[in-house]
């Protein structure tokens, strides 16, 4: 089991950032896949980016060249920055983790979850 604790959301204006963290219990280089998702009120939850346990990140065509996720191994810490941001990516914002070595952008694929932070972008 892993515990998660994200922070770093805020209503900001379209066109901002934002950075959000995700502190993790443990450390999760090799063993765990991580991955940030977002819900909006009345929508499915989404995956937005994804860390493997090595390191190598992919994103959902939505937040594709906007949103960056890192991941500070020292510090068990998960990060997304969220640049360019659009009233659209307004949702509560997730962390999640998932046993490797396998990694799937489906939240079924994550056992672990933080409790959320919410995103509210104005126009």
């Known amino acids: 089991q892993v515990q998660l604790v994200e922070s770093g959301g805020d209503s900001v204006q379209a066109g901002g950032s934002l950075r959000l963290s995700c502190a993790a219990s443990?450390?999760?280089?090799?063993?765990?896949?991580m991955g940030w998702f977002r819900q909006a009120p009345g929508k499915e939850r989404e995956g937005v980016a994804f860390?493997?346990?090595?390191?190598?990140?992919s994103y959902a065509d939505s937040v594709k060249g906007r949103f960056t996720s890192s991941k500070d191994n020292v510090k068990n810490t998960l990060y997304l920055q969220m640049n360019s941001l659009k009233p659209e990516d307004t949702a509560m914002y997730y962390c999640?983790?998932?046993?490797?070595?396998?990694?799937?952008?489906?939240?079924?694929?994550?056992?672990?979850w933080g409790q959320g932070t919410q995103v509210t972008v104005s126009s």
């Open positions: 999640a983790a998932g046993r490797g070595p396998t990694c799937v952008q489906r939240a079924w694929g994550y056992n672990n």
């Open positions: 443990t450390h999760t280089y090799g063993t765990y896949c």
């Open positions: 860390i493997n346990p090595y390191g190598s990140t």
